[in-house]
């Protein structure tokens, strides 16, 4: 968990500080305030626990390479130099630091002329063990069959696919459990969260042949075939199990069904396969999840969201959208310890600097561009009805 991000002449930011919720995080403001810049930078630093988890004992030098790799991948700056990355007119070195819960942290600086970002301070940072898992604008199931073809050049690859595209590839590819239904009828989190998504766009994308298509069907409550028949047995015991039920329509290829439809199916796949695992997995980052999703689906999103933050995952967002926000703000449940915090990047009318401002109420934040131009449409829809 990320509980905090400094960011100094690093890209768009002057200097710039954001706490983080545990829970629920939205980040708002207009186009070229650094909404995806944010996102990636906090990103990048929680790449730990895949370096750890492949070398444990990696070197501090190794670690410099491979944050370095891990944050020129995600930004893919002009060609390729981590210079590049430095505030443009800045006078002193860019730093990046992150606050991880238990005391973890990790401070990065680079000049114009690096080559490797050098670590001012490592505290605990080996002891990082949560993946984080980022799910950029565009979602990947309809392209992860050509991006994954061992055939195509992986260095033409990248030059078309930053590594958030990549690393939620890797991450969709991995293994699903083999019996999704006896997770369900174990662990709560999949007992609630996995069959609203799956009814909420009526099926669920199956991995098979090294691409996803799309099965219809739903969840339903069924009489558990394996309960005992003996009436004092069955008192102490649930009396249905949740099912799968496909329907008889034939299956499509995913590039066949809604982009909306896909987003959803991407977080479906990331909790059925354990890459998202509430309470354990680092940070979910996800840019503009209302992207191509129907306005009549974005309360259930917000509910399946809230369900993973109250099992202990962490969610940081960022968006443009109204309803996704205000959803948010109607939907959360203080009575089950919900927490969403609202930052708003906006730019300084004087200094021109980006500055941000975090409110744990939607209603007190000044700087929200989505809330202004909605409150302008609104106005102007009733100025047009007087008349």
């Known amino acids: 968990m990320i509980t905090r991000l400094e960011l100094t002449d690093f890209?768009?930011?002057?200097?710039?500080?954001?706490?983080?919720?545990?829970?629920?995080?939205?980040?708002?403001?207009?186009?070229?305030?650094?909404?995806?810049?944010?996102?990636?930078?906090?990103?990048?630093?929680?790449?730990?626990?895949?370096?750890?988890?492949?070398?444990?004992?990696?070197?501090?030098?190794?670690?410099?390479?491979?944050?370095t790799t891990k944050l020129l991948r995600l930004f893919t700056p002009i060609e390729g130099k981590l210079g590049k990355l430095r505030r443009y007119g800045a006078k002193k070195n860019a730093q990046m630091q992150a606050h991880f819960a238990l005391g973890g942290q990790l401070k990065l600086s680079f000049h114009s002329n690096s080559k490797v970002l050098t670590i001012q301070d490592s505290n605990s940072y080996g002891e990082y063990q949560e993946a984080a898992v980022y799910i950029p604008t565009k979602e990947v199931l309809s392209l992860i069959k050509g991006i994954s073809n061992k055939e195509h050049d992986p260095k033409t690859v990248e030059l078309i696919f930053d590594a958030s595209y990549l690393d939620l590839v890797a991450n969709l590819m991995?293994?699903?459990?083999?019996?999704?239904?006896?997770?369900?009828?174990?662990?709560?989190?999949?007992?609630?969260?996995?069959?609203?998504?799956?009814?909420l766009i009526g099926g669920k994308y199956c991995w098979e042949g090294g691409d996803f298509y799309f099965q219809s069907g739903s969840y339903e409550e069924k009489a558990d075939p394996d309960r005992p028949k003996g009436q004092h047995a069955q008192s102490y015991q649930d009396s249905t199990v949740a099912r799968f039920k496909p329907?008889?329509?034939?299956?499509?290829?995913?590039?066949?069904?809604?982009?909306?439809?896909?987003?959803?199916?991407?977080?479906?796949?990331?909790?059925?396969?354990?890459?998202?695992?509430?309470?354990?997995?680092?940070?979910?980052?996800?840019?503009?999840?209302?992207?191509?999703?129907?306005?009549?689906?974005?309360?259930?999103?917000?509910?399946?969201?809230?369900?993973?933050?109250?099992?202990?995952?962490?969610?940081?967002?960022a968006t443009h959208d109204y309803v996704l926000l205000k959803w948010f703000d109607l939907l959360m449940d203080k009575g089950k310890e919900d927490h969403v915090r609202f930052h708003a990047l906006y730019r300084d009318a004087e200094s021109h600097e980006i500055r941000i401002e975090s409110m744990d109420d939607y209603n007190l934040i000044s700087k929200s561009a989505i809330s202004d131009t909605f409150a302008e449409l609104y106005d102007a829809d009733v100025r047009r009805a007087l008349e």
């Not at 650094?34 to 895949?50: I, M």
């Not at 083999?178 to 709560?188: G, I, M, R």
């Not at 991407?266 to 992207?291: A, K, M, Q, Y």
């Not at 109250?310 to 969610?315: F, H, K, L």
Request: hydrophobic share 40%.
């Open 11 to 67: 890209t768009v930011f002057t200097k710039l500080g954001v706490d983080f919720s545990p829970k629920v995080n939205l980040i708002v403001g207009h186009n070229g305030t650094g909404k995806t810049h944010l996102l990636k930078a906090a990103y990048s630093l929680c790449a730990g626990a895949t370096i750890f988890k492949d070398k444990p004992d990696a070197s501090e030098a190794e670690i410099q390479a491979a944050l």
């Open 247 to 317: 329907t008889k329509d034939p299956v499509y290829a995913s590039s066949m069904t809604a982009e909306g439809f896909r987003k959803i199916g991407i977080l479906h796949r990331l909790l059925c396969n354990g890459t998202l695992n509430p309470g354990v997995s680092g940070p979910l980052f996800w840019d503009e999840p209302e992207s191509n999703l129907n306005p009549k689906m974005m309360k259930h999103l917000v509910q399946v969201l809230l369900e993973l933050s109250r099992n202990g995952q962490q969610i940081i967002l």
């Open 174 to 199: 991995r293994p699903s459990y083999e019996d999704p239904e006896a997770e369900l009828a174990l662990d709560p989190r999949f007992s609630s969260i996995v069959p609203m998504l799956v009814n």
